[in-house]
């Protein structure tokens, strides 16, 4: 959206033909104002509530095709909720600042991993597939945009908050050691970022939440979620390397005391050894039952300084963080995802 006018100290956005179209045809979710050349104003055209009929929808598309269809300000937590639930419109709209693309991204996976979540379904992998899939054509096309993700780091724990953390962190850590690699590689690694933790919801939910520590049968419960992680994938008929590398290597540690497969070393693949330490850094940097979320610059030196963990990727890290370095200012996404729920329900 871009600023065309402010009248009565009410700034005015430019919508598109795409947006539009993405809307009911008959009952847009926002008020529509056109621009009368003539008197050079903006003057409402829809409210909404109201239903349009044929004629109108054709004519509001024209004017819209003409570019001189606009949104209020005041409507913008409504425009971008309806971007989040069809996230792709975010690679329509040239006018979205890099800023609000990553937090609409955010936002979008978020609450497809919590539906996915919630009813472990190809159909819901599937909607989830597809937003993980946005966010790479976004980045693709501009590799820096990744820093916007991550100054957008979760800092409360639920699976969805941390699949996401995940994501953006595994993904920048891959993008700093792999200078060179295909489109294929990119979207695999992502979305095996994204997943690699899905088994816990196969996990008694009050072993996730559990402040004191847990019992043997309980860690043997817990440890039991990178088998389902993969048993998932596959009934969604996701097989690639990189995802089950991801699912399945993400606890296991250098000095071979992780799990499920005890490997140790060069024994683990470069994907598992990312995964392992962008899961550990999401977790230590969030607010969980059990545990005070670290600051970004002491969790990542204590991971650094961790020989359990690659120090490649966790020496990578450890230099992310630096006081006044690109990626020092962060963004308060839990804030944002909270007024994104209560406004949308």
Wanted: charged share 25%; glycine share 4%.
């Amino acid at each position: 959206m871009s600023n065309a006018s402010t009248i009565n100290n009410e700034d005015y956005f430019q919508i598109n033909s795409e947006i539009l179209a993405s809307f009911s045809k008959h009952r847009p979710p926002l008020d529509l104002y056109v621009f009368r050349e003539d008197i050079c104003v903006l003057e409402p055209i829809f409210r909404k509530g109201g239903r349009l009929t044929d004629q109108q929808a054709e004519k509001i598309a024209e004017l819209c095709a003409a570019g001189n269809l606009f949104v209020a300000h005041s409507d913008q937590n409504v425009y971008k909720r309806h971007m989040v639930r069809q996230l792709d419109l975010v690679l329509l709209d040239p006018n979205l600042k890099e800023g609000e693309v990553a937090e609409l991204c955010i936002l979008g996976v978020t609450q497809c991993y919590n539906n996915y979540y919630e009813q472990p379904v190809p159909d819901m992998m599937e909607l989830l597939y597809r937003d993980v899939m946005v966010i790479t054509e976004y980045i693709w096309n501009d590799k820096h945009r990744i820093n916007s993700f991550m100054r957008r780091l979760y800092r409360k724990w639920s699976p969805a908050k941390h699949a996401v953390n995940t994501m953006i962190v595994g993904t920048w850590l891959w993008m700093q050691k792999e200078k060179e690699y295909a489109r294929k590689e990119f979207d695999r690694l992502m979305l095996a970022m994204t997943v690699h933790d899905v088994g816990m919801c196969k996990v008694p939910q009050f072993l996730l939440t559990k402040a004191s520590n847990l019992k043997p049968d309980e860690r043997d419960k817990m440890a039991q979620h990178t088998i389902s992680s993969v048993k998932l994938m596959q009934k969604s008929d996701l097989k690639f390397e990189e995802l089950i590398r991801a699912c399945f290597e993400h606890h296991e540690r250098m000095d071979g005391s992780g799990y499920p497969q005890h490997l140790k070393g060069n024994q683990i693949s470069s994907v598992g050894k990312i995964t392992a330490v962008a899961d550990s850094f999401a977790a230590m940097i969030t607010e969980r039952p059990y545990a005070k979320a670290k600051d970004f610059a002491v969790a990542a030196k204590e991971l650094y300084e961790n020989a359990k963990y690659d120090t490649v990727y966790s020496g990578l890290l450890s230099t992310a963080f630096v006081a006044g370095g690109p990626l020092s200012e962060h963004v308060d996404m839990d804030a944002k995802f909270d007024d994104f729920v209560s406004t949308s329900s």
